[in-house]
């Protein structure tokens, strides 16, 4: 029988009429009844208090509401003044209250009994470990220098530890992930080309653009909340959609045009639709004149990059290569190829996102409506601090990022990742400060902070990490959940999430930009901290308290904020978010002012800085080397609820998508005698082994390559529901190729073969 409104209400009414009088019974009666099962009352009679944060699931940063009630949070939503979130979470997002009650989390300061890697700790008070640690890092400073000692951070903590005490220390060496393993080439093309970074956030404006072009990119996949909102409502508004990619990903799904590119031969696809621009007269020739130098450079360079020429080095005919060419121009300038986020890959990643950038420029997008905007960050001082002993660039994610200013003092540390001898420029290298752990070259690095970095999980090379890890004097691990690299750690040291502390104030450079508080929504649960007040408490122990005048956190937050007229109590009036006009489009920026801080003050196609450090000016193709015979290529990628390689133990993640499968070409399984669904292990180039992992044959991915979603693998660990689970690509990269311009690491030139289990 369908449910009429009015006899809802009517049994609604005498259910509440039911409910009052029992409660008129009394509370001895109540309790017999509760001893039953039942709830009285059925609803939550607490309060609910909400607090301001940003997500901490993964690097997006997305702003969220945070409900909590007697003390324990209950649920998470997308903040809807947030100009990222707009009120809405991706999955992991939603996850982040599993994240919180993990009952694997750490709980307290652990300092080791036994050998390295053997997880022999005992319990200590943070009297005591801070206390050893803060020695520890005092000896090797006064000892060997405070170069000595390198500092890897990441996730949204990371200013502590990867730019704030590092530098009052006065190392020049702080390595984040987001530099050589993911950002560098791109940030250091950019600066070349336009003299300013991309920034945290890819600048599309996916609001007026009317064609799309993803090389690489997975949108759906590496689910950032805000591009996917944007890429969807771009598809539903008609938006034509081209995806270049050897697999059928998730957005070539969606796409009118999938290109299935032979790995490795992006950047001959590229020229060759500079040369169909070019050639044919189709690029923005107004914009071109006004806003660029080096065309006629370029015109020349791009002759023999003709279509005919890229369609057997790409394996992409030369008539679909053509039209793509014009069906982009004819939609200038609302057409972009986003420059996408995780960019190494074959180790000439900058003259291939030098490319990327010259294309668009071809087609007058970049600070036009449907293009590349142009990001702003709202102007917010730092805390004032006497000067650092040193300056390092090493986050990756905007114009700050690319090079490094250290002080003409006498005896000054240099940098010992390489730069200027390995490579030409760019921010610190992660991966490179592993080798002076091991050979002493160009000066030994004998202590390591590694902050939330599961180096296991992150930098190429596994074995050569654990061979540095064996010989560091000093090792001290700051993280939420026991990852197993903290088992080679001297000290571990337990953090609050970001759902239990304050952190520092998330200034984001984008369209609108704006400021976003994070504040503890509970109490850290028993015995952790947050990352703020570790880091301060370490510098007080290792005399640097000048460094850290503030006494609380929120003095802290406050005289930042006072730089610009806020305050804590008038951003949470604001809604945990205060916003800026921005200056996205080139018609917002009058006579005289230009967006582009480059030496001629436009966009510079030709790099004069490229030729004068011996680099082609402009970009080249490079061969890849192929898969040995027997061998496929390893492509590697993100899910949607899972993040790097902490989200894998996550109670609720873990539930929805527990382990990953090896992507093969069905006809090529086939081949194998294998199907869906068997075990098999991989077998790298240098004959490392992952452990088991299910093999999903399938015709969406090409013959030559494999393909593995990232963070799965887990050996050793204490992670009870990511453990053993699925195989670690991280662990068969044990090779990589360095970018001679960046430093960046490309990692795309492993390859495997498949063993089937027994």
């Known amino acids: 029988m369908k449910l009429t409104r009015r006899e809802f209400l009517r049994r609604g009414g005498a259910l509440a009429g039911m409910w009052t009088g029992l409660s008129q019974l009394g509370e001895p009666v109540l309790a017999f009844l509760r001893t039953r099962g039942a709830r009285w009352p059925w609803y939550r009679p607490d309060e609910v208090r909400i607090t301001y944060n940003y997500c901490d699931m993964c690097m997006w940063r997305c702003g969220m509401l945070v409900y909590t009630v007697n003390g324990r949070v209950v649920k998470v939503e997308g903040n809807p003044k947030d100009p990222k979130s707009r009120g809405r979470l991706c999955g992991r997002g939603q996850a982040a209250v599993a994240h919180l009650y993990d009952p ?48 890897f951070a990441h996730t949204t903590g990371d200013f502590w530890f990867g730019d704030y005490l590092p530098l009052a220390f006065g190392s020049p060496n702080v390595g984040k992930p987001a530099t050589g ?38 949108i759906g996949e590496n689910a950032h909340n805000t591009v996917m909102q944007d890429f969807a409502r771009a598809l539903a508004q008609g938006a034509k959609l081209v995806v270049v990619d050897p697999r059928y990903s998730t957005a070539a799904m ?8 032979k790995p490795g031969t992006d950047t001959a696809l590229l020229l060759a639709w500079m040369n169909v621009l070019i050639t044919e007269g189709l690029y923005d020739r107004e914009y071109i004149e006004k806003y660029t130098v080096g065309f006629e450079r370029l015109a020349e360079h791009i002759r023999p990059f003709t279509p005919e020429w890229a369609a057997p080095i790409t394996e992409i005919p030369a008539e679909v290569i053509r039209e793509v060419a014009r069906e982009m121009a004819a939609h200038r300038p609302q057409v972009v190829i986003p420059p996408g986020r995780h960019v190494v890959w074959y180790g000439n990643d900058t003259q291939r996102m030098r490319a990327l950038f010259i294309l668009n420029v071809l087609l007058g997008n970049v600070g036009r409506r449907g293009g590349l905007y142009l990001p702003r960050a709202p102007a917010l001082d730092p805390y004032p601090h006497p000067p650092f002993p040193v300056e390092v660039a090493a986050g990756g994610c905007g114009a700050a990022a690319v090079g490094i200013r250290i002080p003409d003092t006498p005896g000054h540390p240099p940098r010992a990742d390489g730069v200027g001898s390995k490579f030409a420029t760019g921010p610190v290298v992660i991966q490179e400060l592993i080798e002076p752990m091991i050979t002493g070259q ?33 090792v001290l691990a700051i993280d939420v959940l026991p990852q197993e690299h903290l088992a080679w750690a001297d000290i571990v040291l337990p953090e609050a999430t970001f759902l239990e502390r304050y952190d520092e104030l998330w200034v984001a450079s984008h369209r609108i930009p704006y400021i976003a508080l994070r504040e503890p929504a509970v109490e850290p649960l028993p015995d952790t901290r947050p990352g703020w007040w570790i880091a301060r408490e370490l510098g007080l122990r290792l005399g640097l308290a000048d460094y850290f005048q503030w006494s609380s956190i929120e003095e802290y937050l406050n005289t930042r904020l006072m730089s610009v007229g806020l305050s804590l109590d008038r951003l949470r009036e604001a809604g945990g978010v205060f916003t800026w006009p921005g200056k996205p489009y080139l018609e917002d920026y009058g006579e005289g002012e230009t967006p582009f801080p480059t030496p001629s003050g436009k966009i510079e196609i030709y790099s004069e800085a490229l030729a004068r450090a011996g680099f082609d000016p402009l970009p080249v193709y490079e061969p890849v080397e192929e898969p040995p015979p027997g061998y496929f290529r390893l492509l590697y990628g993100r899910h949607p609820l899972h993040t790097f390689g902490k989200t894998q133990n996550n109670p609720w993640l873990a539930e929805v998508y527990p382990e990953n499968e090896v992507w093969v070409n069905d006809e090529a399984a086939a081949a194998l005698g294998l199907k869906n669904g068997d075990l098999v292990l991989l077998e790298n180039q240098d004959g490392v082994r992952s452990g088991p992992v299910r093999v999903r044959a399938t015709p969406r991915i090409r013959k030559d390559a494999v393909y593995l979603v990232h963070g799965f693998g887990h050996r050793g660990s204490r992670l009870s529901r990511a453990e053993g689970r699925g195989a670690s690509d991280n662990l068969l990269i044990t090779r990589y190729r360095l970018d001679p311009i960046s430093g960046g690491a490309g990692m795309r030139v492993n390859f495997v073969r498949l063993i089937q289990e027994v």
């Open 104 to 151: 694997d989390r750490l709980r307290k300061p652990l300092i080791r009994t036994g050998e390295r890697g053997t997880w022999s700790f005992r319990e200590a008070s943070w009297e005591e470990a801070l206390d050893r640690a803060a020695e520890a890092l005092a000896r090797l400073r006064d000892q060997y220098g405070p170069e000595s000692v390198a500092w």
């Open 181 to 218: 393993l993911c950002l560098t080439p791109r940030e250091v093309a950019a600066q070349l080309t336009f003299g300013r970074g991309v920034g945290g956030h890819e600048p599309v404006d996916w609001e007026n653009t009317r064609y799309i072009v993803l090389i690489g990119n997975h």
């Open 254 to 261: 969606k796409a009118h045009r999938w290109l299935p590119i």
């Open 442 to 474: 160009p000066y030994p690095i004998r202590g390591l902070v590694v902050y939330g970095v599961n180096l296991f999980h992150s930098i190429p090379n596994v074995p050569r990490t654990i061979e540095a890890l064996k010989r560091l004097e000093f």
